[in-house]
């Protein structure tokens, strides 16, 4: 079946400038995850949905970042006012959680670089 | 806070070589694990995970890990590495009754040399 698929695959704007990156999860997924790649620092957990609940928002670096998920599937990550420092690559990750045992394997999308000059 | 540590950030092993990479996490209860990999140009997936049961855990591609809770360890190993293990390795954990965010450790890069 289809994985998760990311859109655009890369992006490249103009600091000062606000993005949009879209999130397509697995067909059935309730939970949703978004992670940054920067070179040599592994994955940075920014927000995390879970069906209907509130996101989990703890990772968010700063309020130039917020994310919404619409009918519990589609998610988009979107960054004011972008710095170079938000240079990266952005994961997007769903994941079939069943509740009570724990977080279940993810499923990783192919990613989002963004480079902003 | 949990933390996971990938104490070798770069690894650099000729074809046929043995392999070990080690992760070591903050957490005294429960986890669930997990070994990711990610191929050249390509995202990441899963290699592995543990969740409960034998502790030696046995992935695609001829990799095993073995959970060892008391050294806090899940190390990944493979005793025969190919030119096309060249790849991104990060290990995640998540503890039971937290929250249902894994902890990624930092990766570690293999490269193997043919």
């Known amino acids: 079946g289809a994985g998760v698929s990311q859109s655009p695959s890369n992006k490249v704007t103009e600091k000062g400038k606000d993005v949009e990156l879209r999130c397509d999860p697995i067909s059935g997924h309730t939970a949703l995850y978004w992670y940054r790649q920067s070179l040599g620092q592994g994955l940075e957990f920014l927000i995390y949905?879970?069906?209907?609940?509130?996101?989990?928002k703890s990772g968010l670096p700063s309020d130039r970042f917020s994310a919404e998920r619409t009918g519990g599937s589609v998610s988009t990550l979107t960054i004011q006012r972008t710095q170079q420092e938000d240079s990266a690559v952005y994961l997007c990750a769903s994941s079939p959680i069943s509740l009570g045992q724990g977080a279940y394997e993810q499923y990783f999308g192919p990613g989002t670089r963004l480079t902003v000059t | 806070a949990q933390s996971v540590s990938q104490h070798n950030h770069h690894v650099i092993l000729s074809e046929a070589a043995s392999l070990e990479l080690g992760c070591n996490y903050s957490?005294?209860?429960?986890?669930?694990l997990f070994w990711y990999v990610q191929y050249p140009g390509q995202h990441l997936q899963l290699l592995l995970k543990?969740?409960?049961?034998?502790?030696l855990v046995k992935g695609i591609k001829g990799f095993e890990a073995e959970f060892i809770k008391s050294k806090f360890s899940f190390n990944l190993r493979k005793p025969s590495v190919q030119w096309s293990d060249t790849a991104e390795y990060f290990c995640a954990v998540n503890p039971l009754g937290g929250s249902y965010i894994p902890t990624f450790g930092r990766g570690t890069s293999l490269i193997v040399h043919p």
């Open positions: 543990y969740f409960s049961g034998d502790p």
């Open positions: 949905f879970q069906g209907n609940s509130a996101p989990d």
């Open positions: 957490y005294g209860g429960t986890v669930n």
